[in-house]
């Protein structure tokens, strides 16, 4: 795991952004284009993704190979929601993968200058509390057309995309917030003829990041902890997004086995009954068919690919939430159907106890697999763990601990069942 951090040219570093990241505990994975560093071919193992400025255009390929294979891992991080940051020519790459165009400027645009944070930037999670003026660094002729529904946070007269949101995890900045003393100086070096028309550049850097520094360390600063909190949910969204279209074909054959472990649940007519990572939705209408049509279906899932397919398949009722934080009050659900989910959670203790804390008294909780322990094992090559929570010796203490009995446990070959019931 780590943030892969996309470098165009050697001077054109993280510098603050890296720092931030460093001091939140996260793990950079540099990928130097500029030196022959392949890009990776998906996001698996990627926490965030981070697209730094170089001299290359965002809208030709000429003289930028690894253009198509950047904005291809642009897309899919908007698609899987991984959080995104785009810098200069990150940023314009940000806007077209969005849907939206590069193109040349009215001239260069170098030195420091003045942005003006837009509204929205008060609501921002990265930008909320910044200053409505703000001295930053400018270096780019190039500029953008926002995409639509993108969130203007910074503008300027001469150039007016200069920080905006895409979703709710990506962010592009045309200005250099992550300039430093050791960038300037780079900057500097590399691109002299440039610096030349900003006289004074380098000279008044100190007086002028000295300014900048809170402000560029608070947003950076939130946004690693955005990537660190968001980081389990982050790796479930990219190993599910790129599956999501073909999910329901590839286990069609498991829909008897849905339905026949739904009527264990004990639903009755009128009843509400919850999904817990529901996927495309397959146990849904078994579900239905237990509550009948006055009562409620609910699916829930992390992944926003996987809801999208659910929809297409005519499945409603469908939450986008966390499994250890859902948005619904005590005692909503009278039960709980859930298919491979437990064993794969950090925390299943803190699951449990959301579970519980939505679910009425006397509700059921149903942990479904359509294969046994054994079989799964077997499958990867391994033996059965003996700490799997799925083993009836772990299990049962996990529920008691956390508002549950179990009061079935089936590990058969063909599937896996335990039904448990919420306490007082």
């Known amino acids: ?149 993108a969130v203007p946070l910074a503008s300027c007269e001469r150039y007016p995309a200069q920080a905006f949101r895409v979703g709710g995890a990506a962010w592009g900045l045309q200005f250099h917030l992550e300039a430093d003393e050791a960038a300037v100086d780079a900057f500097v070096a590399a691109f002299p003829e440039e610096a030349a028309t900003a006289p004074g550049l380098r000279e008044a850097a100190p007086v002028e990041l000295a300014a900048l520094a809170p402000h560029r360390d608070r947003v950076f600063g939130r946004f690693a902890a955005l990537v660190a909190a968001r980081a389990e949910r982050t790796a479930t969204r990219t190993f599910f997004t790129p599956k999501a279209a073909a999910w329901e074909t590839r286990f069609a054959a498991d829909g008897p086995r849905y339905q026949a472990a739904v009527a264990r649940l004990g639903l009755r007519p009128g009843q509400t009954a919850l999904d817990l990572d529901c996927g495309t939705g397959r146990a849904l209408p078994a579900l239905r068919a237990e509550v009948g049509d006055k009562g409620t279906v609910l699916g829930v899932d992390v992944t926003p690919a996987m809801l999208v397919t659910a929809a297409r398949e005519g499945r409603a009722g469908l939450l986008l939430a966390d499994c250890h934080r859902l948005p619904l009050p005590p005692g909503a659900v009278d039960g709980i159907f859930t298919a491979g989910l437990l064993d794969h959670l950090p925390d299943p203790t803190t699951a449990l106890r959301e579970w519980a804390r939505v679910t009425a008294p006397g509700g059921a909780l149903l942990l479904f697999h359509p294969s046994g322990r054994a079989e799964r094992a077997r499958r990867h090559g391994r033996p059965v763990s003996p700490d799997d929570p799925l083993g009836e010796p772990n299990l049962r203490p996990l529920l008691d601990g956390s508002g549950w009995q179990l009061d079935r446990c089936q590990d058969a070959s063909a599937y896996f069942l335990a039904r448990a019931v919420r306490t007082c």
């Open 1 to 149: 795991m780590g943030v892969l951090v996309v470098q165009h040219l050697r001077e054109e570093g993280p510098y603050a952004v890296g720092e931030a990241l460093a001091a939140a505990g996260l793990r950079m994975r540099p990928c130097r284009v500029w030196a022959g560093d392949p890009l990776p071919e998906n996001l698996a193992g990627v926490e965030a993704l981070v697209v730094m400025g170089g001299p290359m255009a965002a809208y030709s390929d000429d003289g930028f190979p690894t253009r198509g294979a950047e904005l291809e891992l642009l897309r899919a991080a908007l698609a899987a929601e991984v959080p995104v940051l785009g810098v200069c020519l990150g940023a314009q790459l940000l806007a077209v993968a969005a849907g939206g165009t590069a193109r040349t400027g009215s001239g260069a645009q170098v030195g420091w200058g003045e942005v003006r944070t837009r509204a929205a930037a008060a609501r921002d999670p990265l930008f909320t509390g910044t200053p409505e003026r703000l001295r930053v660094l400018h270096w780019h002729a190039d500029t953008m057309e926002l995409p639509a529904g």
